[in-house]
């Protein structure tokens, strides 16, 4: 969620439950004016009932209103916490003015003002209520006298003045705890967002600078290594005639040729336009040659790959990236056990699955916990680097990275990748 959306999300959502608490209301006044009528009250039913029927109309338009724009400003909000204290101003004036025991309903749209607007909005709203409330005291239709229906006697009885009183504290409070507890949570999730947020946007300075010091560190070994690779060259032109000191000088050739291969890959990669960045790629060629071009760097290793038979042809873009960030998790495992591990692979259309498991001594619990900070490592201080950019580039292509070790009967540890695909499509 970017910033522009959290903005409009707050003001959105407190709309909306305004709209609920005065459909509430509504509902509540016409079952009151039911029950009045029933209990044959001498009431003006036809102005109470339009008033009713009018709000009614505002809300509905207003939801509709609000379904279709979905934003809503502090001034928006103003105005129909305005239109909710007038219809209860009207409402009162047929219903005996302050006397009447639901006039301190007017502290719920204080409320919901207090805890949504500024104060630059706060301040007139609960101004005009303090008006309105002033002028029922002297500007109203009084309520028919209703001792003639109290029950009881003494201490026990209780009229329908009191009964009201009760009646409108318990919505009150239902209705101030109901949005109260509403916008707690809306504040809590928000603040999560927010520190989430932050938190990505702190791995991104950290892989901002990482990548930084890596191209300046690509840059400073380009020379170098243009010098080995043209000594190599020389040197097993020079030594042609012995075989022993060649071949040597063959491996270090070739193991130079490779880190040129890869650093000129890695600034290929760096140019790639996002969206751009890859063609739709066979899974199964795909996985069959990262895992070849993995193991001809690692002959040493002893390997066991299951490359699921029973997934489905089918061909998907995957970013150039995950293949080195899968190549790093093939190394950890590998410097953890280079007798023996196994790289499982499956997918289906949703999602590719890479299990990993080596025979080492295992992960603890806090380097698993902190797998996405650089510098985590059980290796010694300063290395983590490659877990930590590992899982940066998954987790930022909707993958996820866990590591745990492996069940009680098996030593190690088991490293499982899950990334989604994206653009399938079946495979000839």
């Given at each position: 969620?970017?910033?522009?959306?959290?903005?409009?999300?707050?003001?959105?959502?407190?709309?909306?439950?305004?709209?609920?608490?005065?459909?509430?209301?509504?509902?509540?006044?016409?079952?009151?004016?039911?029950?009045?009528?029933?209990?044959?009250?001498?009431?003006?039913?036809?102005?109470?009932?339009?008033?009713l029927?009018?709000?009614?109309?505002?809300?509905?338009?207003?939801?509709?209103?609000?379904?279709?724009?979905g934003?809503?400003?502090?001034g928006?909000?103003f105005?129909?916490?305005?239109?909710?204290?007038?219809?209860?101003?009207?409402?009162?004036?047929?219903?005996?003015?302050?006397?009447?025991?639901?006039?301190?309903?007017?502290?719920?749209?204080?409320?919901?003002?207090?805890?949504?607007?500024?104060?630059?909005?706060?301040?007139?709203?609960?101004?005009?209520?303090?008006?309105?409330?002033?002028?029922?005291?002297?500007?109203?239709?009084?309520l028919?006298?209703?001792?003639?229906?109290?029950?009881?006697?003494?201490?026990?009885?209780?009229?329908?003045?009191?009964?009201?009183?009760?009646?409108?504290?318990?919505?009150?409070?239902?209705?101030?705890?109901?949005?109260?507890?509403?916008?707690?949570?809306?504040?809590?999730?928000?603040?999560?967002?927010?520190?989430?947020?932050?938190?990505?946007?702190?791995?991104d300075?950290?892989?901002?600078?990482?990548?930084?010091?890596?191209?300046?560190?690509?840059?400073d070994?380009?020379?170098?290594?243009?010098?080995?690779?043209?000594?190599?060259?020389?040197?097993?032109?020079?030594?042609?005639?012995?075989?022993?000191?060649?071949?040597?000088?063959?491996?270090?050739?070739?193991?130079?040729?490779?880190?040129?291969?890869?650093?000129?890959?890695?600034?290929?990669?760096?140019?790639?336009?996002?969206?751009?960045?890859?063609?739709?790629?066979?899974?199964?060629?795909?996985?069959?040659?990262?895992?070849?071009?993995?193991?001809?760097l690692?002959?040493?290793?002893?390997?066991?790959?299951?490359?699921?038979?029973?997934?489905?042809?089918?061909?998907?873009?995957?970013?150039?990236?995950?293949?080195?960030?899968?190549?790093?998790?093939?190394?950890?495992?590998?410097?953890?056990?280079?007798?023996?591990?196994?790289?499982?692979?499956d997918?289906?259309?949703?999602?590719?699955?890479?299990?990993?498991?080596?025979?080492?001594?295992?992960?603890?619990?806090?380097?698993?916990?902190?797998?996405?900070?650089?510098?985590?490592?059980?290796?010694?201080?300063?290395?983590?680097?490659?877990?930590?950019?590992?899982?940066?580039?998954?987790?930022?292509?909707?993958?996820?990275?866990?590591?745990?070790?492996?069940?009680?009967?098996?030593?190690?540890?088991?490293?499982?990748?899950?990334?989604?695909?994206?653009?399938?499509?079946?495979?000839?």
């Amino acid at each position: 969620m970017n910033s522009k959306q959290l903005f409009f999300s707050a003001p959105h959502n407190n709309m909306r439950r305004l709209l609920v608490i005065r459909a509430m209301f509504v509902g509540v006044c016409t079952l009151a004016i039911v029950v009045a009528y029933w209990l044959q009250l001498p009431l003006h039913y036809q102005p109470i009932g339009a008033i009713l029927a009018l709000l009614a109309g505002v809300n509905f338009v207003s939801l509709r209103s609000l379904s279709r724009t979905g934003q809503v400003s502090d001034g928006t909000l103003f105005v129909q916490l305005c239109v909710d204290l007038l219809s209860i101003s009207l409402l009162l004036y047929f219903l005996g003015g302050a006397d009447n025991p639901f006039v301190s309903y007017y502290l719920v749209p204080i409320s919901l003002a207090t805890v949504t607007l500024s104060w630059v909005f706060v301040v007139p709203l609960t101004v005009f209520a303090l008006a309105q409330y002033t002028v029922l005291f002297y500007f109203n239709i009084p309520l028919p006298d209703l001792s003639q229906h109290q029950h009881g006697s003494g201490v026990a009885s209780i009229n329908l003045h009191s009964l009201g009183m009760g009646f409108n504290f318990l919505i009150s409070a239902l209705i101030v705890t109901y949005f109260g507890l509403k916008m707690a949570q809306a504040l809590r999730r928000q603040a999560a967002e927010l520190a989430a947020q932050r938190e990505d946007n702190w791995r991104d300075e950290q892989l901002l600078a990482v990548a930084t010091l890596a191209a300046g560190t690509a840059h400073d070994l380009a020379t170098p290594l243009t010098a080995i690779k043209i000594l190599a060259g020389e040197l097993c032109y020079e030594y042609r005639d012995q075989p022993k000191l060649l071949e040597d000088l063959e491996v270090l050739r070739n193991q130079v040729l490779h880190c040129s291969t890869t650093l000129q890959q890695l600034h290929e990669r760096a140019q790639l336009v996002p969206g751009q960045d890859s063609q739709r790629q066979n899974l199964r060629d795909y996985c069959e040659q990262l895992t070849d071009r993995w193991l001809l760097l690692h002959p040493q290793v002893n390997a066991d790959i299951d490359i699921d038979v029973t997934s489905p042809a089918i061909s998907a873009i995957l970013h150039p990236t995950i293949e080195q960030s899968v190549a790093n998790l093939l190394n950890n495992a590998a410097e953890a056990s280079p007798e023996h591990i196994a790289i499982v692979i499956d997918w289906n259309e949703q999602r590719l699955r890479v299990c990993i498991d080596d025979s080492g001594p295992g992960i603890s619990e806090e380097v698993a916990a902190r797998i996405g900070q650089p510098f985590n490592s059980s290796k010694g201080k300063g290395r983590g680097l490659g877990l930590f950019l590992t899982h940066a580039t998954i987790t930022r292509n909707g993958g996820s990275v866990s590591l745990e070790n492996r069940p009680a009967d098996a030593s190690g540890t088991r490293t499982v990748v899950e990334l989604p695909l994206k653009q399938v499509q079946q495979s000839i």
